[in-house]
């Protein structure tokens, strides 16, 4: 046992230790807001059709890093996105304190600071 100056025993401070329920928890929490963004970017840019065709355009985060492109956010036409159909990437939303705020960057942005 280890003592202080004045001869009290020193307790090591307890470590917090997860648990399996509150890994989980965490994991919820994140499809949650994952899922409260995707909603966000649907209002903001699924009004939007294919300048070629007319179709809706889907949005959609990118999932893959094959491109170096992982987290940034792209509308495009639900038919295609070859051959002058449409395909841009979009601004989306920062988060701010835990909440989605209005405040918007550039998906190049979130993607370096999300990301590294």
């Not at 355009?57 to 051959?83: D, F, H, M, P, T």
Request: net charge positive.
């Amino acid at each position: 046992q280890q003592q202080d100056n004045n001869g009290g025993v020193v307790v090591p401070p307890q470590q917090e230790q997860q648990t399996w329920a509150d890994t989980i928890e965490k994991y919820e929490e994140s499809i949650r807001t994952r899922k409260e963004l995707q909603l966000k970017m649907n209002r903001k840019y699924g009004n939007e059709r294919c300048g070629l065709c007319d179709s809706p355009c889907i949005v959609r985060e990118v999932r893959s890093n094959r491109s170096g492109n992982i987290g940034k956010w792209y509308s495009r036409c639900e038919e295609s996105y070859r051959n002058g159909h449409t395909f841009e990437w979009v601004r989306v939303p920062m988060r701010a304190k835990g909440n989605l705020s209005l405040s918007f960057v550039s998906a190049a942005n979130i993607d370096r600071n999300l990301y590294k």
